[in-house]
């Protein structure tokens, strides 16, 4: 026997169920976040011991000296007259990856062949063919193959997409480099930063003769503290769009507008000046003085930003979000966690210590926004404390997951944000080993001598919700 359903029920049932979607929608969204995320106010102001403190944390003499040596670092890779990397230094990526090619980016298996071809076309037996000042005329990518094409050790969350191996970093536009090779083909350059090499697209960079390398070393600098900001020239022209912790060399203040230097390639590949217009309001002289209104300014800039590893697609991983971060503040950190971590200010070893008295040892001794946390693979600023807690803000992946059975996962977090030293740790059951973060702190690094601790901020019930 046919049943006959009425129009009217139909509708009714379709309508209880898009809005049942509509109403559980935001609570599965609630539960994917993990509790930090749910609980703590992203807005680094909030935090603020005095909302709008403008007290500087570090004497005005000490961070123009912090800036001098900044500068020096910047601009060192163009005092250099050979290449510091070896023939052997740039194999040992071409060997590496010929023995595991990994995975491509339509989750196939890539073939040896595949490597072999990009040694060929990268001509290493002439090398170097290059030594000269480079500038980079757009946000390029730094390769550790001469490709833009992936290559991911698996296909999981932790080792396929987005962790593409061959990705160094992202150089940001007119950044001084050293260009010690040129592909056979033409199509990429080898070149040299302040603190990495490795492969670029050939049109992301121009060549610098004397006369325009001695005059964007010297005066004074505009630096960018607002992110992804379009450019253009004298003519409305649009050039690129320069990232937070971007800078270019001053040349006019005209009330809210500055004139700036910047570079572009010509048809020669050759780097030309040109002056282009930036509000002021999107930049600042450098070093912006380091008051806690302008480090929370200039850090909610970049909270809630996608994480991009090795900076792809523009993005931020956790050491070069750091490293944009002190840019303004003419403090210079190196491109990788560990370094970051070891190479600058004053390290502390705190590895040897129960995960209590590290969270004691960085409330004592840390100095909010001026103290690096490290463990291995992932570097965090310090914030403060906040109802006896310490908060750090860092750009994360995501955090271990366990359930009652023992099965390990990972719950995603992919962006910037402000957590408790323990971010996620209610995403593991019985807190198998591996599974809270504050366990696998190493160490932390302070970054400025003699800086004053702030008064704690009051505590507040927005943040004790469940």
């Not at 944390?57 to 123009?64: A, G, N």
């Not at 003769?209 to 001695?214: F, I, K, S, V, Y």
Request: with cysteine; glycine share 8%.
């Amino acid at each position: 026997m046919r049943i006959k359903r009425s129009p009217m029920k139909i509708h009714i049932c379709i309508f209880l169920g898009m809005l049942g979607i509509l109403l559980l929608s935001p609570l599965a969204r609630a539960q994917d976040e993990i509790r930090d995320i749910s609980r703590l106010k992203q807005d680094h102001f909030f935090y603020l011991p005095g909302k709008s403190d403008d007290s500087a944390i570090v004497d005005r003499e000490i961070q123009q000296t912090l800036n001098e040596s900044y500068s020096r670092r910047y601009f060192s890779i163009w005092q250099q007259e050979k290449p510091r990397c070896t023939r052997d230094d740039i194999l040992w990526d071409f060997n590496k990856y010929g023995e595991n090619p990994g995975y491509g980016e339509n989750h196939r298996r890539r073939e040896p062949a595949w490597v072999e071809g990009l040694r060929h076309s990268a001509g290493l037996d002439q090398y170097p063919n290059r030594g000269i000042r480079g500038i980079t005329v757009a946000n390029t990518d730094l390769r550790a193959l001469p490709t833009s094409g992936p290559l991911f050790d698996g296909l999981d969350n932790d080792s396929g997409y987005p962790f593409d191996r061959l990705q160094i970093s992202t150089i940001t536009v007119n950044s001084p480099v050293y260009i010690s090779h040129v592909s056979e083909d033409k199509a990429w350059v080898h070149v040299e930063t302040g603190t990495y090499f490795g492969w670029v697209s050939a049109r992301d960079v121009a060549l610098v003769d004397d006369d325009l390398a001695n005059s964007w070393q010297s005066g004074r600098y505009a630096v960018v503290i607002r992110d992804r900001i379009p450019i253009y020239d004298e003519k409305g022209r649009f050039c690129f769009k320069a990232p937070l912790g971007a800078q270019f060399p001053l040349l006019r203040e005209e009330g809210d507008v500055w004139e700036i230097r910047i570079v572009v390639s010509d048809q020669d590949g050759r780097a030309i000046s040109k002056v282009a217009r930036l509000a002021r309001e999107h930049a600042a002289l450098r070093p912006l003085k380091m008051t806690r209104a302008n480090l929370a300014r200039v850090a909610n800039e970049l909270i809630n930003q996608p994480y991009g590893w090795g900076g792809l697609y523009g993005n931020r991983d956790c050491s070069s979000m750091l490293m944009d971060f002190f840019a303004p503040f003419g403090i210079w950190l190196p491109r990788n966690s560990k370094q970051q971590a070891h190479e600058t200010g004053r390290f502390i070893e705190l590895g040897h210590l129960s995960p209590e008295e590290k969270e004691a040892a960085i409330l004592s001794s840390g100095i909010p926004y001026a103290t690096l946390i490290w463990r291995k693979g992932h570097i965090m600023l310090y914030m403060g404390s906040f109802e006896g807690k310490a908060l750090i803000f860092h750009s994360m992946w995501g955090v271990t997951t366990q359930d009652v059975r023992g099965r390990r996962g990972r719950r995603i977090v992919g962006r910037s944000v402000i957590t408790t030293l323990r971010p996620g740790i209610e995403c593991c059951s019985g807190l198998a080993p591996g599974c809270d973060p504050l366990q696998s702190i190493l160490g932390m690094t302070l970054l400025l001598p003699d800086a004053p601790k702030p008064p704690e901020p009051e505590p507040s019930p927005q943040l004790t919700n469940p």
